[in-house]
């Protein structure tokens, strides 16, 4: 700047001086409310994300650590090992039998010749070969809960290598809030899905929980086109089912024993143990436990048990009252998932 442009300046500086006074004072005042607004914008969205959107998922790609938790696990677990077949194969029957120590549903002791028949009809009994070369697998365990109603998790659910979903909840018509990707469906014949073609993959693994031997029963009455047994069900299970049977496993109880004895510390002495059976979703979560390097988890929980009125599940509207009547023991489970939580073996989407 010469001299003489320095002058102007002062000049045109001196000659506006008023007006300029006046109008900084309004453009600071106007600056302020702007900044106010965009301040208050700015709180409004970055509050309603928070809340609306948990933040641990985005991130999901680069999250996994090999190792992490089958380390953390290996504490919290006595006797941890990943070297249990994941699901029940004919071999273990076929030859010889496998010696287990508990029946139906804790291990298959009394089952095999029924085993032998059913694991025949299958032919399948492992992991897709996509999801067992992963070097890290991460996965997230999609319980039932209502709080994933408007949760918006579809797409980030459907991020995760492995999904895993529990007994008849629907994918259909609720892909926003639950995703539409489902890797793995654990439940029993009273938990089947009526229509499974619609909420599943075409290459969704069906994942048979087996509590008891007719649960094996039914399926091979089924795949064989037997006549139908209606006697001994607690819920009437749907007479046809249509599913290939090469996506058909069967969940070795092995993870049921773990769950009930390690996770939930129910007592070792049999009898007891039929009284507070897991339920599939803590089931679902030993299982992840044993077979991910991530584990999340999204819409656990129940409302509170004065709430008579909310509904438990994000698809149909029973209460907690359905729960009483089921032997399971959500209070138990509830604490053991806090703990499972809290040692940061498993992290969730939803807020309990
Ligand atoms: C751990 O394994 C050992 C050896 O097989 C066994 O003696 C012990 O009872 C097991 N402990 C638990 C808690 O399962
Ligand atoms: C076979 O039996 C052993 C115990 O002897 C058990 O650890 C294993 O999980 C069983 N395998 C299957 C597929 O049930
Ligand atoms: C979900 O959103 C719909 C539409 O915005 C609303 O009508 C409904 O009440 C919401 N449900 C819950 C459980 O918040
Ligand atoms: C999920 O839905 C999306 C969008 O509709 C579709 O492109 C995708 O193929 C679906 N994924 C599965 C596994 O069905
Ligand atoms: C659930 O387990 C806890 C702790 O073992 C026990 O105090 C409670 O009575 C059990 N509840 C039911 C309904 O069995
Ligand atoms: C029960 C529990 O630990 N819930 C947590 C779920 O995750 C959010 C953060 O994503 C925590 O704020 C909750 O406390």
Redesign the pocket.
């Known amino acids: 700047m010469d001299a003489q442009s320095v002058n102007n300046e002062i000049c045109h500086k001196e000659r506006v001086s008023p007006t300029n006074k006046m109008i900084s004072k309004k453009g600071w005042k106007a600056g302020a409310l702007l900044l106010i607004v965009t301040f208050c914008f700015g709180m409004f969205w970055y509050l309603h994300v928070e809340t609306y959107l948990p933040r641990t998922y985005e991130p999901v790609r680069e999250m996994c650590s090999v190792g992490d938790v089958p380390s953390k696990a290996a504490i919290f677990i006595s006797n941890y090992s990943r070297d249990h077949p994941v699901f029940l194969q004919l071999s273990d029957y076929f030859w010889v039998k496998n010696q287990s120590f508990y029946e139906l549903p804790y291990g298959t002791k009394g089952s095999e010749d029924l085993l032998m028949k059913f694991l025949a009809l299958t032919n399948r009994y492992h992991v897709p070969p996509e999801i067992e070369r992963l070097s890290c697998r991460r996965c997230v365990v999609v319980g039932n809960g ?1 709080r994933l ?2 949760s918006s998790l579809g797409e980030v659910i459907n991020k995760y290598d492995v999904v895993i979903r529990l007994n008849n909840a629907p994918v259909h018509k609720y892909e926003r809030d639950v995703g539409n990707k489902t890797t793995m469906r654990f439940f029993y014949p009273e938990s089947a899905d009526f229509d499974p073609n619609l909420d599943n993959n075409p290459d969704s693994l069906m994942v048979l929980v087996p509590f008891k031997p007719l649960d094996i029963q039914w399926m091979k009455i089924i795949l064989n086109n037997e006549k139908r047994v209606r006697k001994g069900f607690w819920k009437m299970p749907p007479i046809i089912w249509e599913v290939e049977p090469q996506n058909i496993r069967i969940l070795n109880p092995y993870y049921m024993e773990v769950t009930a004895t390690k996770i939930l510390g129910i007592d070792q002495d049999q009898k007891k143990k039929m009284k507070a059976k897991p339920t599939t979703g803590m089931l679902a979560i030993t299982f992840a436990l044993h077979f991910c390097d991530l584990v999340h988890i999204a819409g656990f929980g129940y409302p509170a048990s004065s709430n008579k009125k909310q509904p438990i599940h ?1 698809y149909e509207k029973v209460t907690l009252k359905s729960m009483a009547v089921s032997g399971h023991n959500i209070t138990l489970e509830a604490v053991a998932i806090n703990q499972l939580l809290q040692h940061r073996l498993i992290q969730n989407l939803t807020y309990f």
Do not use: L, S, W
């Open positions: 209502h109603r408007n994000y």
